[in-house]
């Protein structure tokens, strides 16, 4: 087993590394880039920085020093860039590292990052980790505790619904489950703030924030019941479409591990259901459902989390990623997709690890072999 964990640790690096030479190269040829953004912001076009706490600071004093001419920058490259001085986007360029070729700017990238040095914001005075640790709270609150819910919910409940297979049980719990997972995920969260944080009915649940303004001053206790007081409502709109797929998953798993010999071998021999349920058939049906725990943990970590920040006005890692994305902060946007692309790749080998633990009998190194 040690020599395949190597092995697929190695081969996070050339995956790694495609997957960052691919996103560079096609950022090349996007539109819009981080200098068109300061363009248009000078020239009235819109100030796509409004979303960022002081935007456009890292520049201010450039912006100051070489707006006082016009004239050039009628040959620029850079669109919207007449009437604007050379001088400021001979400046501009140095400023971001446009001035290097893309070669050359990609292996200083890769270099860095290979010292966990992600550079800075392009328009925050802030580092691309200093700003990933202050919007993680937010992203780990949503996935862990949202994937922890739909495991702890949907397995016992798969399990219920395999054994009572075709009961009035089974059936009406199905049909709630298709019902909200036909559900987009943003629009059960517009009904949870309608319904409960003061929209139009109860205001029972805060709308935004993952902590009151007073909570330094509670105790323990109130600390966490705060805690949990603000995160219900996100969590569960985030949970929600989680629940169908893991619930099925589940029960169509261990359906097929109940009509199996061994089961008929196990119950022939006196075992009560229950030790035929638990010790028997549990282990081999779980890997289905274990090898699903990354999608699952990436997904509702990374994939549903920007609607469900925008709704409950929490600043995550989404609104990160987005807002990074609409003003071309390239440092933030390659950043985290080194980080969250590294934890993507680890995590699928803790699920293989996962699968040993469930089910020693699984080698696979003789599987690659």
């Known amino acids: 087993m040690g020599a395949y964990i190597l092995r697929r640790l190695l081969l996070i690096i050339p995956t790694l590394l495609g997957i960052m030479i691919i996103n560079f190269t096609l950022v090349q040829f996007v539109p819009g880039g981080p200098i068109e953004q300061i363009i248009a ?6 100030d796509v920085f409004s979303g960022f706490a002081g935007g456009g600071d890292n520049l201010g004093n450039l912006e100051r020093d070489n707006l006082g001419t016009t004239g050039g920058g009628s040959n620029s490259k850079y669109a919207g860039a007449q009437g604007l001085p050379p001088e400021f986007i001979e400046q501009l360029e140095k400023e971001f590292g446009f001035d290097k070729p893309p070669l050359e700017r ?11 040095d992600f550079g800075e914001s392009y328009f925050r ?16 609150t949503l996935g862990l505790w949202s994937t922890l819910i739909a495991y702890l919910v949907s397995i016992p409940l798969g399990i219920r619904k395999a054994v009572n297979d075709g009961s009035p049980f089974d059936t009406w ?4 489950i298709i019902v909200a997972y036909a559900i987009p995920g943003f629009l059960f969260a517009i009904l949870l703030v309608v319904l409960f944080a003061g929209g139009s009915y109860w205001q029972i649940f805060p709308l935004r924030g993952l902590t ?3 909570f330094d001053s509670l105790t323990p206790l109130g600390k966490a019941l705060d805690y949990l007081w603000h995160i219900a409502l996100p969590v569960f709109a985030s949970t929600i479409a989680a629940f169908a797929t893991l619930t099925l998953l589940t029960k169509n798993s261990f ?4 009509k199996k010999h061994y089961v008929m071998t196990a119950r022939a021999k006196g075992l009560s259901e229950k030790q035929v349920l638990y010790g028997h058939v549990f282990r081999n049906a779980m890997l289905i459902v274990i090898a699903g725990f990354p999608a699952v943990f990436i997904g509702v970590f990374f994939g549903g989390s920007l609607i469900i920040e925008t709704i409950f006005s929490l600043d995550g890692l989404g609104r990160l990623g987005f807002e990074a994305a609409v003003a071309r902060d390239y440092p933030v946007i390659f950043g985290t997709l080194f980080i969250f692309g590294l934890i993507g790749l680890v ?7 996962m699968y040993v633990l469930v089910d020693p009998r699984i080698d696979f190194e003789r599987r690659e072999g």
């Open 255 to 258: 359906l097929d591990e109940i």
């Open 173 to 176: 719990t199905s049909g709630m």
């Open 212 to 214: 009151s303004d007073n």
């Open 347 to 353: 995590v699928g080998i803790l699920s293989d690890l």
């Open 41 to 46: 912001q000078q020239q009235g076009q819109g």
């Open 106 to 116: 990609f292996l200083g990238m890769m270099k860095n990052y290979l010292t966990l």
């Open 125 to 140: 005075k802030i580092s691309v980790t200093d700003l990933v640790l202050e919007k993680m709270p937010v992203s780990i």
